[in-house]
């Protein structure tokens, strides 16, 4: 599968891993610009391929938003239109300046991501766990248990292809429901970020059928 990269970071370059190691190519960006990702490029391997923002918005049918949420606007909207985009990030007032309507409730982030994103099928995913645990807590298919991964989302064949993502890096997806609904079950604050669940707990604390 070709996936794109937004945010080569901890959690950007942890995926990045994950994905290539899985035999996927990826088109990985940051906001400097391709020319500061070639160690990165170098250390992945053959499957990984440093890009612009654009460019990795172009890439795949999936992009991957991994940059801190308060840069959400400066992601490029027409290219990624008509893409299914997985949102692994997090607001955080600290870091990101204090949004009101974040602080409320009315709205969450990813559905923000969405607003910005009118084209794009966005998912939100990768959001709950620590990069340095998701580097490490993949389990091989028919393990014993596997570490259970929150999925929230509005299209369902958008979510299916994220659930098959999940598969592919060992962990298991579970369906909390809507973006809205289901992004507040697995956004910082609620019992379920960064406990790192077996995906049986996970489902009976959040899952919906
Ligand atoms: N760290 C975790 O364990 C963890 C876990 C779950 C979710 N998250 C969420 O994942 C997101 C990234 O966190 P992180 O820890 O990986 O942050 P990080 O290490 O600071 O990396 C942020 C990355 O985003 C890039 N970036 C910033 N603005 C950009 C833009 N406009 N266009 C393209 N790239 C841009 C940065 O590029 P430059 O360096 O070139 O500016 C950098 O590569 C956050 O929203 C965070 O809440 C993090």
Redesign the pocket.
């Known amino acids: 599968m070709k996936i794109g990269i937004?945010?080569?970071?901890?959690?950007?370059s942890t995926l990045a891993h994950l994905f290539t190691a899985a035999g996927d190519d990826v088109a990985i960006?940051?906001?400097?610009g391709p020319d500061?990702l070639l160690d990165l490029e170098a250390h992945l391997g053959h499957h990984a391929h440093a890009r612009t923002?654009e460019q990795a918005a172009r890439y795949g049918g999936v992009v991957i938003i991994?940059?801190?949420?308060g840069?959400y606007r400066?992601?490029p909207a027409a290219a990624l239109a008509g893409h299914t985009v997985v949102d692994?990030?997090?607001y955080?007032p600290e870091r990101d300046g204090r949004d009101e309507r974040l602080e409320h409730g009315s709205v969450t982030s990813s559905e923000l991501l969405q607003l910005h994103l009118p084209g794009a099928r966005v998912v939100k995913a990768?959001?709950?766990?620590?990069?340095?645990h998701l580097l490490d807590h993949g389990r091989s298919a028919g393990a014993n248990r596997r570490y259970g991964i929150p999925v929230s989302g509005d299209d369902p064949e958008a979510k299916r292809q994220v659930f098959d993502l999940i598969e592919q890096i060992g962990y298991e997806p579970v369906d909390a429901g809507h973006l809205g609904e289901g992004g507040r079950k697995h956004e910082p604050g609620t019992e379920v970020y960064a406990a790192d669940l077996w995906a049986d707990t996970l489902w009976a604390r959040i899952g919906v059928s």
């Open positions: 937004i945010g080569a970071g901890h959690m950007g960006a940051n906001s400097r500061t923002a991994a940059v801190p949420f840069h400066d992601l692994a990030t997090n955080d990768f959001n709950a766990m620590r990069w340095d």
